[in-house]
Structure formats: structure tokens, C-alpha cells
């Protein structure tokens, strides 16, 4: 079983700058791997980044140059640093765990203001 738990979200006025954290209730580097995914109303759930046990990342087409995900092993911690922020970003973001099976936290909401 894994828990995570997401923070960091806020409103923010388009071209600012967010960092999202997920905090894993165990080693985090021993999960396959570790994304961030959000939701806007009305659409379906979708991939914003990934990072895997062995550090290879991947991100979506429209957040490439503008979001990183990064981790911190000792603190079980991944987080996402977004930068230039535009109002399409704006969503519920959740944290994701691939170890054994997918676990997801509960989310954290990210409002872009025009």
C-alpha cells in the first residue's frame, strides 16, 4: 500500500510559478514509478509528468519547457515545479504511484488567473 499526499497548490496569476509536492508513505525508490496527473473540469484525467525508479522522466507535449518533476529519495518526495503558468493549467492535480498496483492522492487544485 502506498499513501500520497499532495500540497502546494494555490491561485496564481498566468506566467507565475507553482512547486506541487507529493509526500509517499514509503521509499519511494522502490515504486516503478511516480507522475503527476490533473483534471479540469469536464475532461478527463491526464498525464503531466513521470519519473521512474531509475529517474527517466516524461512529460506531456503542453507542459514540455514550463514543468519539472523531480525527487528527493531521502525525503520520499516528488515534486513538480511549474513555471509560466497559463490558465489552461488549470486544474486538480493528483499524485500517482505505480507499486503493484496505481495509488493516487487525494489532489491539490491549481487556479491559473488570466
Known amino acids: 500500500q502506498v499513501q500520497l499526499v499532495e500540497s502546494g497548490g494555490g491561485l496564481v496569476q498566468a506566467g507565475g510559478s507553482l512547486r506541487l509536492s507529493c509526500a509517499a508513505s514509503?521509499?519511494?525508490?522502490?515504486?516503478?514509478?511516480m507522475g503527476w496527473y490533473r483534471q479540469a473540469p469536464g475532461k478527463q484525467r491526464e498525464l503531466v509528468a513521470t519519473?521512474?525508479?531509475?529517474?527517466?522522466?516524461n512529460y506531456a507535449d503542453s507542459v514540455k519547457g514550463r514543468f519539472t518533476i523531480s525527487r528527493d529519495i531521502a525525503k520520499n518526495t516528488v515534486y513538480l515545479q511549474m513555471n509560466s503558468l497559463k490558465p489552461e493549467d488549470t486544474a486538480v492535480y493528483y499524485c500517482?504511484?505505480?507499486?503493484?498496483?496505481?495509488?493516487w492522492g487525494r489532489g491539490t487544485q491549481v487556479t491559473v488567473s488570466s
Open positions: 519519473i521512474t525508479s531509475s529517474g527517466i522522466t
Open positions: 500517482n504511484a505505480d507499486y503493484q498496483l496505481r495509488w
Open positions: 514509503r521509499s519511494i525508490f522502490s515504486i516503478n514509478a
